[in-house]
Nanobody, 123 residues
Framework: EVQLVESGGGLVQAGGSLRLSCAAS????????IGWFRQAPGKEPEGISS???????YYAFSVKGRFTISRDNAKNTVYLQMNSLKPEDTAVYYC?????????????????WGQGTHVTVSS
């Protein structure tokens, strides 16, 4: 059974930092891309970052230059370092198994997502 467990969320002031972790199990971690999505209250889920099996990274414009994604295949874990946080980054953050080694499924499918971790950025 595919499982993804996010951690590291919390309350932080604008300008602060958080590091999210996504611990994966139930599949061959090295073979899959992993993505981070977020969903703010009343809004559709937004894909913000992903990393392929070979370490190629992608960032949405809204987070580029502030967030860094990385993976540790020995620990079956993906990280999202979030710096210079803004109130508009407030959301529930989810990690998701990719469709394959390079691509993600559309967010509306919500297949093999974790339970989410809350991030609140105060102004």
């Amino acid at each position: 059974e595919v499982q993804l467990v996010e951690s590291g969320g919390g309350l932080v002031q604008a300008g602060g930092s958080l590091r999210l972790s996504c611990a994966a199990s139930g599949f061959t971690f090295d073979d899959y891309a992993i993505g981070w999505f977020r969903q703010a209250p009343g809004k559709e889920p937004e894909g913000i970052s992903s990393i392929t099996s070979d370490g190629t990274t992608y960032y949405a414009f809204s987070v580029k230059g502030r967030f860094t994604i990385s993976r540790d295949n020995a620990k079956n874990t993906v990280y999202l370092q979030m710096n210079s946080l803004k109130p508009e980054d407030t959301a529930v953050y989810y990690c998701a198994q990719g469709r394959d080694s390079t691509s993600l499924r559309p967010p509306n499918e919500r297949v093999n997502w974790g339970q989410g971790t809350h991030v609140t950025v105060s102004s």
